[in-house]
């Protein structure tokens, strides 16, 4: 292959959506395919250079960014020990034969300095074929991780052509078993699974159905006592504070925000059926969408927020259906064998993706929003509840699996996978996970 952009568009062409349209620009570049094989990007990456920042810190900002742009599967870091030449300051042209010879395709590097508690970084990014830079930025935080996060985010970006997603968050149910006795309760890490807090603690609430809002200052779950469900909505700016919204009688969860963070959608059942309602969160007023002797459950807004994809099973089995924001044009969309839940619409608008249990099995799959080109991802025992990246390029979902002891002593895991079904991958939890929720707001929170 030659040159970087070449190599990228293999990558778009290959990988990114398995015939989804590439930009017109882009479309103009040669694209080279070696016997249908595909190889990461090599990105070589010299010794930071450091002004007022120590070498912890360094070290730190190093590790999570290589860690970061490893775990995508798109960007292989070339080994050190591979490369004779390991500093390399900003103004300066890299010897890019040097570079050539341990087979990088990009150089990126680095410097940091610390003014107060702001940590900078400046971020120079080459083309080691065509010898040419390709980029360079200037990123501050105070957090040493969430710098790396978005050093990772800008080389990502540049190198795929693709948004980063490194400097964002995932919210899950965490369950712990002690003496037989399990309880669950919210918890929120970073999307490397760094980080992790616990957002919610009593033991006589069962949650179920987290929810980031767009923006991510905010998170609905649904909550289940002896008494009663409810969905109740934590505002993340203010210590976690939370509320129960007044939805009225009835069983009330599976809840997820608009794309305007104004409401939520959601399912009730009222009188043994459940339909579909939206919740104005300024103005209170409550809207009913589905009107359908069937059960109605599982609603998701497109990004534009005109549509709702949403189960019924008012063709005999739970299939997926799309209607507008109004709960007008109900449309099939999901033809095939088995059962479906858990649709959610893609942050790009283009797909949708669901759990299907069929035979048995469960898995993780996407489609595009007209039930066309579905593909499941990820299969087992049990593999549900997928949630997207902010550049919807990956799903984070869990996967639990049976032990010789039962189904109730298997460990509960979450896992990601990108939408071409490849780069399956732990985000390791202490405990079982649940429900994930992956928030398309950059992380702002420092240590």
Known sequence: MRGLVSRLLFLCASLLWLGGVLSPAAAQLRIDIHDGVFRPIRLAVTDIVRERAGHTTANLVRSVLESDLTRSGLVEIVERDALIQTTLSLNETPPFAVFRIAGADALASLSLHKKGRVLTATLQIWDVALERPLARETLSARSPRVLAHKVADAIYSRLTGEEGYFNSRILYVSERV????????????????????????????????????????????????????????????????????????????????????????YAQSLSGNSEIFTYNLQTRRKRRLTVHPSIDTSPSLSP?????VFVSDRSGTPQIYVMTRRGTHVQRVSFDKGSFSTPVWSPRGDRIAFTRQLYGRFGVGVMRTDGSNLRILAEGFRVEGPSWSPNGRVLVFFNKQPTPKGAQMGRSRLMTVDVTGRFLQELSTPHNAYDPSWSHAQEQQEE
């Open 178 to 265: 002690r003496k037989k006795r399990r309880w669950k309760r919210l918890e929120m890490m970073d999307a490397d699974g760094a980080n992790k807090r616990a957002l919610t603690r009593s033991r006589r609430v069962l949650v179920l159905n987290p929810r980031f809002s767009p923006d991510g200052s905010k998170a609905v779950y649904t909550a289940l006592t002896r008494e009663q469900s409810s969905i109740r909505l934590i505002d993340l700016t203010r210590k976690n504070r939370e509320q129960i919204l007044p939805l009225g009688k009835g069983l009330v969860y599976a809840a997820r925000f608009s794309p305007d963070n104004r409401s939520i959608v």
């Open 304 to 308: 534009d927020g005109g549509y709702v």
